[in-house]
Structure formats: structure tokens, C-alpha cells
């Protein structure tokens, strides 16, 4: 839960945003600037959201002393009709963001995401192998092979410099927690860190993402936006697969590169950038130039330092540490005592090939945790996918693995009256799944297996959040 203070001097928008906040996040209001200012000297606060047409002590004014106090808290800046001037102004003292009123709730809860997740990302710290990572302090770079080493080194030589850094390496081997460690060691580190994920933004959006556009530049464009490369400024903009960027795309990047200055969609005014770049990406540029899908001058522009994080089949010697720091983390985080792992285990940890890299470790481990409970972590435990066939590597019978995983939480983890309830609740589930393959997803023969009416089928199928093919729904 963040806490966010909203200073707004009309009471209906305090009381908006209480309705709109209060279920997911700790919200305090204020309608006075000085008020605000004191709020946050009283204890740590992950975001502001603030009009700045206040009465008393000016929005603006409020903002700059903010800033001065707290250089790394996120402000949302919202601004009547008519006062756009103010609010470009506002982002150049360094507000996050900033939205016209009246706004979309969405679009103003997106906003907020956004914002608590860049305090998420210059807050937590990112610890390089320390001796006992302090797993609540933020993340930690684990891992002490040769070649992390050489990853350290590298972090330790480009942080201090502007270089831009191409941080290369196979899906989850870590390049963003290396990107947010050079720029957090780096003379910008008080400035923001800006995250644009260029693969999931669609094409024409993401030119709008980053350059920002004018009013009026493409239907739709009401307002003027600011974009990421003008919202970075002074700190650090992480092009993140930079390798899935369009050509077109990729020529106005070069540009802010080579002449350090653009232009908003639809605007003339040349806007000077003062920001440091750094790309991410698991593809292989070299055969995507040679493809003619990636422009060669870009990469040599891009390719001034290169980091390039090994997979982890690379380092096994690494996997203990990273299993250790793992289990310190997610036992911490789901409250149970951390376990112990048995040789067996170990053992398959570090022969597995991890195709999935550092998260895909990650995951397995977090889920022998939830599956085990405090128990020693066996290697039948280890939820290992075989990516080839999707198919558990485990040999066994599914119907019984599934039904000793459920007696076994049941005695960990059940006691008491409900015990029974949830047993029961469990075997049903397998049972119906069971049934629903077998019928080949065709409910009506699947009742019949099962002895039931069809609607009550349905109902239980409902209850336990299954799909036609026993799969449970995202609920
Ligand atoms: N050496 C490491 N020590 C501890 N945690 C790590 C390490 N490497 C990666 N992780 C964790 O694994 C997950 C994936 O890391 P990250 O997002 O940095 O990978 P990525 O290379 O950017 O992946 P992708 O290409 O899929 O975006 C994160 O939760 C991260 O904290
Ligand atoms: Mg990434």
C-alpha cells in the first residue's frame, strides 16, 4: 500500500480522489500548499498529486519546495483549462506528469501506476552481490561468477560517465536491474530514471511516447503531451528492446543521439535534451542489420559501451547464491520460515538449463515455496518445465502428485473446522478437471461422468474459476 497526498482546494476533488484511492492505497488531503509542505515533513509519502492553481501559497511555488525536499517524489500536476503554459513549467521543475481537468479516472489511476512504479524504481536500490542482501532494502545483482564480475566492472566503469550503454542479453538475465544500477551510481541518480518498454507500445503511439506531440498534431491529440525524452530530462531514459523498434522510429531516435535535440509531433519548437540513454534488448542486432530491420549507424550510436549479461546456463556456480537470495526474499515476503533444500534438489537446480534465465528461476522457486510451505524443498517439488514440449519434466502420474500436493497442505497448512470444507473443496476441483479432459471439454458429457446436473456442473465450475477445459480463469 503507497501512501499519496492529494492537494486539491476544491473539496469534491479531495473526496474524488478518496473514492477513487482509498480501497488500495493510504490517501491523506490537504486544500493549503503550507499544509501539504508540512504533511511531508511529517513522515514519507510515495507521490503527489496537486493542483497547481492553489489559494494561499502557489502550486508552482509548493512544487519547487517539494522538489527541493525530495528530489526523487513523483508529483502529478492537475491544471485547469487554459493553463497549459503552467503546466510545461511545471514539468520543467520536475513534476512527473500532469493532467487537464476534468479527467478520466482511468486515465488518472494509469497515471498513478505509473508514478508509484518510477518511485518503486529510483527507490529500491540496486545492491551489486552484496555479503547478506537486505532483502527489504530493495534488489540486489546476485551472483559472483567470473563473468558478473566482469558485468560489476563494467556497471563500475560507464556509471560515472554520460556513455550510452547497450545492455544486451537473453530474456530475464537482468538487463533492467543493470540498467537501474548504472544509473543509480551515476550523477544523475537524483534526477529521474525512465523506463519506455518500446515493444508494447504500438508504433504510432510510442512516437508520441517519447518525442511528446502538440495539440491538434493527429486526431485525438487534445492536448499537448510531453514525452518521455523531455520527462527525463536531466536523469535517465532506458530504451527497453530497442531491438523491436520500427525504422522510422529508430531514425528519430539517432537523431536525439547525434544532434541531442528534437521536436514535438506536430510542433516546431526544437527542444534541447540533456538526459543519458541507455538500451536494452535480447535480440541479435548484428543479423537484424544484416536483415536491413535494424539501421547500422543507430547501433554504432548506441553500441558505445556494451554490457552483455551471460545466461545463466553460462554461470551455473552462480545458482546457489541466487536460490539462497531467493528463498530470503519470497519466505520473507509470504511469511513462512525459510527452508531448506535437499541435494536433490540443489542438484536439479543446477543441471536444469533455465531457458527463462534469472526469472524463470525466480518463479520456480517462489512456487516450491508456496507448494512446500516451510518444508524442505524436494527435487519433485521443483516446478521445472520442459520448454520443449511444455510438459512437466517430473515423471509421474498427475491425478497423484496433484492429490499428495493437496494432503500435504492440508496437514501444513489446515487445522481447525474449515479444514474439511477446503479439503473437500480441493479433491472436487481435480475431480472436475479430470472429468472436463476426459469429456474433451464437452460440458454435457462431462456431467454425465460426474453423476450431475448440468447447471450444477456449471455452478461448481464457476465457483472454482474453471474454464470448459479445466483450466482455472484469471479472475
Ligand atoms: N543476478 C540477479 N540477481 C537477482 N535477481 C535477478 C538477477 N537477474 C535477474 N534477476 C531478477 O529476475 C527478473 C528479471 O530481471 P530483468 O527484468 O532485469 O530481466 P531482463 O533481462 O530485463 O528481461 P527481459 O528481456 O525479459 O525484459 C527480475 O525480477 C530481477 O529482479
Ligand atoms: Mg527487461
Known amino acids: 500500500m503507497s501512501k499519496i497526498l492529494v492537494v486539491d482546494d476544491e473539496r469534491s476533488v479531495l473526496g474524488a480522489f478518496k473514492d477513487l484511492l482509498g480501497g488500495s492505497h493510504e490517501v491523506a488531503t490537504t486544500r493549503k500548499a503550507e499544509e501539504a509542505l508540512k504533511i511531508l515533513e511529517d513522515g514519507p509519502c510515495d507521490l503527489v498529486v496537486m493542483d497547481i492553481c492553489l489559494v494561499g501559497m502557489d502550486g508552482m511555488q509548493a512544487l519547487r519546495r517539494i522538489k527541493q525536499q525530495d528530489p526523487m517524489l513523483p508529483v502529478i500536476v492537475m491544471t485547469g483549462h487554459g493553463t497549459m503554459q503552467t503546466a510545461i513549467e511545471a514539468t520543467k521543475l520536475g513534476a512527473f506528469d500532469y493532467h487537464l481537468k ?42 559472483r561468477s567470473a563473468c558478473m564480475q566482469q558485468v560489476y566492472k563494467a556497471i563500475g566503469r560507464v556509471a560515472a560517465t554520460d556513455a550510452t550503454v547497450l545492455i544486451r542479453g537473453e530474456s530475464g538475465t537482468g538487463k533492467e ?38 495539440r491538434g498534431a493527429f486526431t485525438g491529440a487534445v492536448a499537448r503531451k510531453i514525452g518521455k525524452f523531455e520527462l527525463a530530462g536531466g536523469g535517465t531514459l532506458l ?16 537523431r536525439v543521439l547525434q544532434e541531442h535535440c528534437f521536436e514535438r509531433l506536430g510542433g516546431n519548437e526544437t527542444i534541447p535534451v540533456d538526459l543519458r540513454i541507455l538500451a536494452a534488448t535480447n535480440r541479435n542486432l548484428e543479423k537484424a542489420i544484416s536483415e536491413g530491420t535494424f539501421r547500422e549507424d543507430l547501433y554504432h550510436r548506441l553500441n558505445v559501451v556494451t554490457i552483455r549479461i551471460p545466461p545463466l546456463v553460462e554461470r551455473r556456480d552462480d545458482i546457489p547464491r541466487l536460490v539462497d537470495y531467493f528463498l530470503d526474499r519470497y519466505s520473507r515476503e509470504l511469511k513462512i520460515d525459510k527452508p531448506l533444500v535437499s541435494q536433490d534438489a540443489m542438484a536439479r537446480l543446477t543441471a536444469f538449463d533455465w531457458p527463462g534465465n534469472v526469472r524463470q528461476l525466480a518463479h520456480c522457486i517462489q512456487r516450491a515455496l508456496i507448494f512446500t510451505r516451510g518444508y524442505p524443498i524436494q527435487a519433485t517439488d521443483l516446478p521445472l518445465q520442459d520448454e520443449a514440449t511444455g510438459e512437466p519434466s517430473v515423471d509421474g502420474d498427475s491425478i497423484r502428485q496433484a492429490l499428495s500436493e493437496i494432503v500435504r497442505r492440508y496437514l501444513v497448512v489446515y487445522t481447525g473446522e474449515r479444514a474439511h470444507e477446503q479439503l473437500i473443496d480441493q479433491v472436487e476441483e481435480i475431480i472436475i478437471c479430470e472429468a472436463l479432459d476426459r469429456a474433451r471439454g464437452n460440458q454435457t458429457h462431462a456431467a454425465r461422468l460426474l453423476g450431475l446436473p448440468r447447471p450444477t456442473l456449471h455452478a461448481k465450475m464457476q465457483k472454482h474459476g474453471l474454464d470448459a477445459k479445466g483450466n482455472t480463469q484469471n479472475s
Open 102 to 143: 476534468p479527467f478520466e479516472p482511468a486515465e488518472m489511476l494509469a497515471a498513478i501506476d505509473k508514478a508509484l512504479e518510477s518511485t518503486r524504481l529510483a527507490r529500491g536500490r540496486v545492491m551489486l552481490d552484496p555479503e547478506v542482501p537486505d532483502v527489504g532494502s530493495g534488489d540486489a545483482i546476485v551472483g
Open 177 to 214: 536491474l543493470v540498467a537501474r544500477a548504472i544509473h543509480q551510481n551515476s550523477e544523475r541518480a537524483e534526477k529521474p530514471l525512465i523506463v519506455v518498454n518500446c515493444v508494447a507500445i504500438p508504433d504510432t503511439l510510442l512516437e508520441s511516447e517519447l518525442f511528446g506531440h502538440e
Open 239 to 254: 530504451l527497453d528492446e530497442i531491438g523491436d523498434v520500427s525504422l522510422g522510429i529508430q531514425a528519430k531516435i539517432l
